[in-house]
């Protein structure tokens, strides 16, 4: 069974740093890309980081870009967010996702969320 789960979130003040795991299983994790998505309150799930499969690859969101890195141990399952000079409006749930081609379609598959919360 596939199995995605995100640690790592808590309180941070701006300017501070967290890195964020994600430990994958029920999978050939080091064969997909992995990416980050994170949805604050009210408004839509938005993707903020994309790595590929063995890692040579990354994108960001502009709004993250300079501030968070992507990475991935394919040895240890797992892929990291490490995320700095953070700001008032990262304040999110931070998920981490993959997709995979099975059964004629792409399926999503998520974790259950780390809270980041940005506050003085």
């Known amino acids: 069974q596939l199995q995605l789960v995100e640690s790592g979130g808590g309180l941070v003040q701006p300017g501070g740093s967290l890195r964020l795991s994600c430990a994958a299983s029920g999978f050939s994790f080091s064969r997909y890309a992995m990416n980050w998505y994170r949805q604050a309150p009210g408004k839509e799930r938005e993707l903020v980081a994309s790595?590929?499969?063995?890692?040579?690859?990354?994108n960001y969101a502009d709004s993250v870009k300079g501030r968070f890195t992507i990475s991935r141990d394919n040895a240890r399952n797992t892929v990291y967010l490490q995320m700095n000079s953070l700001k008032f409006e990262d304040t999110a749930v931070y998920y981490c996702?993959?997709?995979?081609?099975?059964?004629?379609?792409?399926?999503?598959?998520w974790g259950k969320g780390t809270q980041v919360t940005v506050s003085s």
């Open positions: 996702n993959t997709q995979i081609y099975q059964w004629g379609a792409t399926n999503n598959y």
């Open positions: 790595i590929s499969s063995g890692g040579a690859s990354t």
